[in-house]
Each structure stands twice: as C-alpha cells, then as structure tokens.
C-alpha cells in the first residue's frame, strides 16, 4: 500500500487495530504485576508485623 494511498480513516482504523491488541495485554499484565506486588507487599507486612497495613 502506497502512502498516497492512505486516507485519514484508514489511517485511524490501522492505529485502532494496533493499539486494540496491545492495550489488551498491557491491561492483563498490569493486572498481574499489581495484584503480585500486592499480596508481596502484604505478606512482607504480616511477616514483619508492621500494623496500619490493611
């Protein structure tokens, strides 16, 4: 596909295709690492018996 040949719209629906899919993946693993983060923060915290921690 030439560069002339691409229209505002087709530009727009590539990027949406593209974003759409890694997005997706960003969201699954930053759901991951944060719900790890979470219980380590929280299993150092009973460990160490340090109160305030939720």
Known sequence: MKLEELTPDIVKAMMER???????W?????NVFGAAIGLLSRA?????NIGGVP
Not at 18 to 24: A, D, N, P, Q, S
């Open 44 to 48: 150092v915290a009973v460990h160490w």
């Open 18 to 24: 593209v974003m759409r899919e890694h997005l997706g």
């Open 26 to 30: 960003l969201i699954v693993w930053g």
